[in-house]
């Protein structure tokens, strides 16, 4: 089941093995609903400074944001594409909402992996949001993103 993630790791932050193994089936639950099992994906921890460069060369965004998804439409790869998370986000969010890091990252996690699959909250009619929260209360995180998001 593991290596499904492909963890690149560009902060301080340490995460520990049993949160890489719950992103790990985070991301099964989201690959088996969508039919997708044997797919990975990639995610990238780093600063508001690496976030804001991608924010502004792939979206004209010249600002830090929370997390990104650069998916990879090809049928022959087995990899999805890339999510990348600001840790400098996660943690502002994270204390501002009382929550731990790690919640926090699995939130920012299963928003970007839905991106990756194709849900889009900025032009479907709440699919994206309706599929996050189905999720996010199955892990059973707070329901932060959501309120935040909608």
């Known amino acids: ?6 963890f690149i790791n560009q902060t301080d932050y ?21 039919n997708l099992c044997n797919k990975q994906c990639e995610l990238l921890l780093v ?3 690496t976030i ?11 600002m830090p944001t929370d997390v990104l998804s650069f998916p990879l ?4 790869s087995l990899l999805l594409g890339s ?3 600001s840790l400098d986000f996660v943690k502002s969010t994270s204390a501002k909402l009382n929550h731990s890091l790690e919640d ?12 990756l699959i194709g849900f889009d909250h900025e032009i479907d009619n709440g699919e994206h949001r309706t599929k996050e929260e189905e999720i996010i209360t199955f892990f059973n995180l707070p329901k932060s993103l959501i309120t935040r998001n909608s």
Do not use: W, Y
């Open 1 to 6: 089941m593991h290596n499904k993630i492909d």
């Open 14 to 34: 340490k995460a520990n093995q049993n949160f890489l193994e719950f992103l790990e089936k985070i991301l099964e639950k989201i690959l088996r609903d969508s």
């Open 47 to 49: 600063d508001n400074p």
């Open 52 to 62: 804001q460069a991608l924010n502004c060369s792939h979206r004209n965004k010249d």
């Open 73 to 76: 439409e090809s049928e022959f």
């Open 83 to 85: 999510i990348v998370i």
């Open 104 to 115: 926090e990252i699995a939130l920012l996690f299963i928003h970007g992996a839905l991106h």
